[in-house]
């Protein structure tokens, strides 16, 4: 019998379906594992543009074991926390090689159901036995997930599987521990099949995309993996620029003062480098770095009219815990200070709680140039080159005469002009420059516009001086200050 009740109620679902903001700045590229077995099988070294929650697990699926599968961690800080899309997803782990055999279970049915008792198991991979009978899928038996990701093995009507039979199931389950850094990295085979973090290269010409930010959560530690992510974040195409956000390896780190010798020892000194430092807590949860850094970025560039000119220091994570090695890390502003004036970015808990504490890109402070050191500049640095890029293309192989100079330099400060009318830059100014343009050049068909670019850097600090007045106590006596 159904609870009494008694009066008017009310109550309140989840919202079915999570708004997202659509940025076309900083957009992510994230390469990783994925519970694949959940949803398709094939689905590996592909590249997928995704546009919110519901697109990713259909394609991915989820799991929160992040450890295992990095890609579900993404999908819940891109698509739950900050709510940013499109994000574009590489699954690395292959079912058909990153597996192990699972022992074989033998279950009686509870209502014409057996659960297998492993997660990650392979639906291509099973078996199903009575005695020696073996039984045929689809016609005796189906295969589905339940909630919590066990295969669940279900006799079919009109199949030969009795009520009272025993199962014996045989089946692979995914072994994500045989991926390797070598699949992360990827690459691009004999016949051109990309792979990897080389699907990055994909992004532009399959989606008229261009990306601003690689990570590859969890395996960043590995030094080939962020060089990797280098390379490609800072010649993407061969004419974008993006940057790589890459979690710092601490497994030989014993304090945080240990992170800068081992930045110096790695030779991680790049302007296109983010170097995110410990890892950030949700209660229990663990997140790699890298991927809330990733995510805050692209929202702040969401909310900002899709333009990178703020930078992420001293905006907020979705977290309440930073720790080294599963040990708190409570850094005081003097002990972030010092990690930051490396180059190395931090978490601090402050009045407005957990947020992102450091404005300043891998190559400082050997690199003095600040647009180069800044992270907005440097980020709003990539934003101008690569629009220009897709700006302009459009205008490749008409014929070099005046009008077509006119119409560039017109359509570039009308730009500028924007931009600084909105805020988003101090100045800019294009220039085609005669000395730029030396005859040969034009007969060869290059033409060459020089762009002056001015946006505010980063308020590393501020600084209030306070004195007291000794002057004011002659008021007690009712006198005027002297």
């Known amino acids: 019998m159904s609870e009494y009740k008694h009066g008017a109620f009310a109550k309140e679902s989840p919202t079915s379906v999570l708004t997202v903001i659509n940025t076309t700045a900083n957009i992510s590229f994230v390469v990783g594992t994925a519970p694949i077995n959940l949803i398709d099988e094939k689905n590996v070294n592909k590249l997928y543009r995704l546009a919110n929650y519901e697109d990713a697990v259909k394609n991915f699926g989820f799991d929160p074991d992040y450890d295992q599968y990095t890609l579900s961690e993404a999908i819940d800080v891109f698509f739950t926390k900050y709510q940013v899309a499109p994000v574009y997803f590489v699954n690395v782990l292959d079912p058909a090689k990153h597996k192990k055999a699972a022992m074989a279970e033998t279950n009686p049915q509870i209502n014409g159901q057996v659960i297998l008792s492993q997660k990650g198991a392979i639906k291509s991979s099973v078996a199903v036995n009575v005695d020696k009978d073996t039984k045929k899928l689809d016609v005796d038996y189906s295969l589905g997930f339940n909630k919590d990701n066990l295969l669940v093995v279900t006799a079919l009507d009109g199949g030969s599987i009795k009520p009272e039979d025993k199962l014996i199931v045989t089946y692979d389950v995914l072994d994500a521990s045989k991926v390797k850094a070598s699949d992360i990295i990827g690459g691009i085979d004999a016949a051109g099949v990309y792979s990897g973090i080389q699907l990055a290269q994909k992004a532009y010409p399959k989606f008229n995309e261009v990306l601003g930010s690689l990570i590859a959560p969890g395996w960043s530690q590995d030094i080939t993996v962020t060089n990797a992510l280098l390379a490609t974040a800072k010649n993407l195409n061969n004419?974008?620029?993006?940057?790589?956000?890459?979690?710092?390896?601490?497994?030989?780190?014993?304090?945080?003062?240990?992170?800068?010798?081992?930045?110096?020892?790695?030779?991680?000194?790049?302007?296109?480098?983010?170097?995110?430092?410990?890892?950030?807590?949700?209660?229990?949860?663990?997140?790699?770095?890298?991927?809330?850094?990733?995510?805050?970025?692209?929202?702040?560039?969401?909310?900002?009219?899709?333009?990178?000119?703020?930078?992420?220091?001293?905006?907020?994570?979705?977290?309440?815990?930073?720790?080294?090695?599963?040990?708190?890390l409570d850094l005081d502003r003097s002990q972030a200070q010092y990690l930051n004036a490396n180059g190395i970015i931090v978490a601090r808990n402050g009045t407005n709680g957990w947020r992102s504490w450091g404005n300043r890109t891998a190559c400082f402070p050997g690199d003095t140039d600040v647009k180069n050191y800044d992270i907005a500049l440097r980020d709003m640095g990539n934003w101008l080159m690569n629009t220009l890029v897709v700006f302009i293309d459009q205008m490749v192989d008409e014929q070099i005469d005046r009008p077509l100079i006119l119409r560039i330099e017109e359509?570039?400060?009308?730009?500028?002009?924007?931009?600084?009318?909105?805020?988003?830059?101090?100045?800019?100014?294009?220039?085609?420059?005669?000395?730029?343009?030396?005859?040969?050049?034009?007969?060869?068909?290059?033409?060459?516009?020089?762009?002056?670019?001015?946006?505010?850097?980063?308020?590393?600090?501020?600084?209030?001086?306070?004195?007291?007045?000794?002057?004011?106590?002659?008021?007690?006596?009712?006198?005027?200050?002297?």
């Open 239 to 328: 004419v974008f620029k993006a940057n790589a956000i890459v979690d710092m390896d601490t497994s030989k780190i014993k304090t945080y003062t240990d992170a800068v010798s081992i930045k110096q020892k790695s030779g991680l000194t790049s302007e296109f480098l983010n170097l995110c430092f410990g890892d950030l807590y949700l209660d229990e949860q663990k997140y790699n770095h890298s991927t809330m850094l990733c995510a805050l970025k692209q929202y702040i560039a969401g909310i900002n009219d899709s333009i990178p000119n703020k930078n992420p220091s001293n905006k907020s994570y979705y977290i309440n815990g930073f720790k080294l090695n599963g040990q708190d």
């Open 411 to 482: 359509s570039e400060q009308r730009w500028l002009d924007g931009l600084v009318g909105s805020g988003k830059l101090i100045s800019g100014r294009v220039l085609f420059l005669k000395d730029k343009n030396p005859l040969s050049e034009l007969l060869a068909g290059n033409i060459y516009f020089k762009l002056l670019w001015t946006s505010g850097p980063t308020a590393s600090s501020i600084t209030n001086e306070i004195e007291f007045n000794v002057h004011e106590l002659n008021k007690v006596f009712g006198e005027e200050t002297v």
